[in-house]
């Protein structure tokens, strides 16, 4: 079957705008991560939906960064305001309700020139 | 605050012979996992362990986790080119959603 998407595969901004990343879990998944991979790092945490409500968001790195769930399957994760640090990876995750194993998507590739 | 340490960062390797990447955790956990990931890829998941002294093995690689010592051990046998990779521990709390913090990888590179 389908496993996770994300869309666009590469962006690339300008310093100052606004930005959305699409995320499409696998269906029926009923968890969904957001985690952010800058270069030769590991990925860090940025925001858990269940369901529709976000359940952890405490790994975003300030207010500029947004996200939503609305109907329990796709989730947009917003930036707003760019900063050249926000540059990375930004991957998503979905896990089947009580199951541990997360499947990742390709990630987005976030460039703020 | 949990925190996940890999050593080493960087592991050149020859074809045919043996290592070991560490990965050590700091609070108690209820999964620890191993990923994979190619330049420009996203993650692989190689294994889960779950419990006390499991060991887990898939072709050349091996893995084992002691909760007590809070450490996990991803063992190569044999390296092989293909092995080329970073790889990843993580660790999960069922309290804290299942949620990953990752150790910073390490960087392997099997060369003939």
């Known amino acids: 079957g389908a496993g996770v998407s994300q869309t666009p595969s590469n962006k690339v901004t300008e310093k100052g705008k606004y930005v959305e990343l699409r995320c499409d879990p696998i269906s029926g998944h009923t968890a969904l991560y957001w985690y952010r991979q800058s270069l030769g790092q590991g990925p860090e945490f940025l925001i858990y939906f269940q369901g529709t409500g976000a359940a952890d968001d405490s790994g975003l790195p300030n207010d500029r960064f947004f996200a939503v769930r609305p109907e329990g399957s796709v989730s947009t994760l917003k930036i707003q305001r760019t900063e050249r640090g926000d540059s990375a990876v930004y991957l998503c995750?979905?896990?089947?309700?009580?199951?541990?194993?997360?499947?990742f998507g390709p990630g987005t590739r976030l460039t703020v020139t | 605050e949990l925190k996940v340490e890999q050593n080493p960062l960087f592991l050149s390797m020859q074809e045919g012979k043996n290592y070991t990447i560490y990965c050590n955790y700091s609070?108690?956990?209820?999964?620890l996992y191993w990923y994979r990931q190619d330049p420009g890829k996203s993650l692989e998941s190689l294994f889960v362990l779950l419990s006390n002294g499991a060991v887990k093995q898939e072709g050349r690689l091996m893995a084992s986790l002691d909760t007590k010592a809070r450490l996990s051990t991803l063992h190569i046998t044999a390296a092989v080119h293909d092995l080329s990779a970073t790889y990843f521990c993580a660790v999960a709390r069922r309290t804290a959603g299942n949620k990953l913090t990752f150790g910073g990888g390490t960087r392997v590179l099997v060369k003939p």
């Open positions: 609070t108690t956990s209820d999964r």
């Open positions: 995750a979905s896990r089947l309700d009580r199951t541990y194993e997360q499947y």
